[in-house]
Structure formats: structure tokens, C-alpha cells
Nanobody, 123 residues
Framework: QVQVVESGGGLVQAGGSLRLSCTASGLIFDVHAMGWFRQAPGREREMVSCINWRGGRTYYADSVKGRFTISRDNTKNTLYLQMNSLKPEDTAMYYC????????????????WGQGTQVTVSS
């Protein structure tokens, strides 16, 4: 049984930082691209960042480039998202996702989703 579990969300002031973690079990972690998605109330879910199976290639949404950093530790089956210079518009539920491919994270590529962790940025 595959489990994808996020942690690290919370309430932070604008300009602050948070580090999200995601641990996956029940799958061969290092053959999956992994991604972070977010969904704010009344808005569609969007991909924030994606990292390929080895961690050598990353993708960021324009809205987070230069502020967020995705990384993974395949020895720990863990994915990370370091979020700096947070803005109120970053407020959303953040989801970790495992892709069925080694290097893409489109919504149609996703095999497994976590339950989400809430990030709230106050102004």
C-alpha cells in the first residue's frame, strides 16, 4: 500500500520561511519524479515544482522561482520544498505527488497524492 505523507506546513508571516517534507512508502521512490502542487480556496490546483528521479532536473512555476527550492533524498524516500520570502498569495494547501514517469509532473502523470499540508502566510 502506497502512502504519501506531507508535513511542515503552518502559519508564517510574510517574508518568512517554511520547509515542507514528504515521505513516501510502498513504492520504489527513486524511479518516480516527484512534485509539489498547491490549491488555494476557489482556485484550481497548480503545480509548484517538480524534480526528476535523480534530482538533477527541476522545474518551478514562475510565481515561485527564486524563492522555493525543491530537493529529494532518495536514501530516505523523502521530498522537500524549502519556501523562502513567503507571500500571502502563497497561502494554499500543498500536496506532494509521485509521478508515474521519471521526469515529468503534469497532473495526468501523477499516480499518488498525499493528503496535503496547509500553508498560511499572513500579511
Amino acid at each position: 500500500q502506497v502512502q504519501v505523507v506531507e508535513s511542515g506546513g503552518g502559519l508564517v508571516q510574510a517574508g518568512g520561511s517554511l520547509r515542507l517534507s514528504c515521505t513516501a512508502s510502498g513504492l520504489i521512490f527513486d524511479v518516480h519524479a516527484m512534485g509539489w502542487f498547491r490549491q488555494a480556496p476557489g482556485r484550481e490546483r497548480e503545480m509548484v515544482s517538480c524534480i526528476n528521479w535523480r534530482g538533477g532536473r527541476t522545474y518551478y512555476a514562475d510565481s515561485v522561482k527564486g524563492r522555493f527550492t525543491i530537493s529529494r533524498d532518495n536514501t530516505k524516500n523523502t521530498l522537500y520544498l524549502q519556501m523562502n520570502s513567503l507571500k500571502p498569495e502563497d497561502t494554499a494547501m500543498y500536496y506532494c505527488a509521485a509521478s508515474r514517469t521519471v521526469d515529468t509532473c503534469g497532473s495526468r502523470d501523477i499516480s499518488y497524492w498525499g493528503q496535503g499540508t496547509q500553508v498560511t502566510v499572513s500579511s
